[in-house]
């Protein structure tokens, strides 16, 4: 009796340890053809609250043995589709896979993407979803150059803002990034739902781009692959893209700057085909 009580407490405490540390593997489904003509993946990860998919558009051909650079197209809204539009439906529009031979992949996230990991709800990881979840996943299961100089970043608004922290606080993970129209001079939390990822001011200051700029600059400004960071053009954001700027310039930290044009706080308002193309020019990654 006594030994049957003892495995009884035993099972118990097992059950009541994996509701508490819940498996860590996350689940990800196998590619499906949507409507849109892209692969999508549903995954679902502890770093976030429920399943959410991920859009892959790769070059029409894949050549055997080569390896493909991966362009991260960060959406501004949860889901991949919003009001501003779809960063990968525009990419695949311009035909920006196939002309300079990307991957491109757009996750969704089901809280509002503001790329960071919320101090006290496990729920909203986002940045730890990218890095264990989301490269791991795509470099297992496409072609990719699985290196820095394979990882491509770019976003607008918000996720401008997230494609500079993801690179300046992952400066070993991730090769360059490029943001159009964003905050990036924002010094404190803001709206547009930043509270519900950073949670607190402490937080947020450990994203804060202007002070990554400062304690990543030595090291931007010796790098062998400069110009790793790429700031183009304004909508909305104007002020914060020059204040960035002047900060950059006066760090000494190089990178490609192009605030000439001012287009719509959009993806399809016409800013994605140049800022790909510069990421592409600064990476070596010549047209296909």
């Not at 860590?24 to 003509?37: L, V």
């Not at 400004?221 to 790429?230: G, S, T, V």
Request: charge should be positive; proline fraction near 8%; hydrophobic fraction near 40%.
């Amino acid at each position: 009796m006594k030994l049957l009580v003892l495995l009884a407490v035993l099972v118990i405490t097992a059950l009541l340890a994996l509701a508490a540390d819940p498996p860590r593997r996350p689940r990800i489904s196998r590619a499906c053809r949507t409507a849109a003509g892209l692969l999508s993946h549903g995954v679902t990860s502890v770093y976030q609250r429920g399943a959410n998919d991920v859009e892959v558009l790769p070059p029409d051909k894949l050549e055997p043995d080569r390896g493909y650079p991966v362009l991260y197209i960060l959406p501004v809204n949860t889901g991949t589709r919003g009001p501003w539009g779809s960063g990968i439906l525009e990419a695949k529009r311009l035909n920006l896979h196939n002309r300079f031979g990307l991957i491109c992949v757009a996750p969704a996230f089901d809280s509002m993407p503001w790329y960071a990991d919320h101090p006290t709800d496990p729920g909203v990881r986002q940045e730890s979803y990218i890095l264990k979840v989301l490269l791991p996943m795509i470099e297992k299961r496409y072609p990719a150059v699985a290196e820095p100089k394979g990882r491509l970043l770019v976003g607008f608004s918000k996720s401008g803002l997230g494609s500079w922290s993801l690179l300046l606080r992952h400066p070993e993970v991730f090769g360059r990034a490029a943001s159009w129209d964003a905050p990036l001079a924002e010094t404190r939390l803001a709206s547009w739902g930043s509270e519900t990822t950073f949670g607190t001011q402490e937080n947020f200051e450990k994203y804060r781009i202007t002070d990554l700029l400062k304690r990543r600059a030595e090291l931007l400004k010796k790098d062998k692959d400069p110009r790793r960071l790429i700031l183009l053009g304004h909508g909305s954001f104007r002020g914060h893209v020059e204040t960035v700027h002047r900060r950059m310039r006066s760090l000494g930290i190089p990178h490609v700057y192009d605030n000439a044009a001012e287009r719509r706080h959009d993806w399809r308002s016409g800013w994605l085909e140049g800022a790909v193309a510069a990421l592409c020019a600064e990476a070596g990654v010549p047209p296909a």
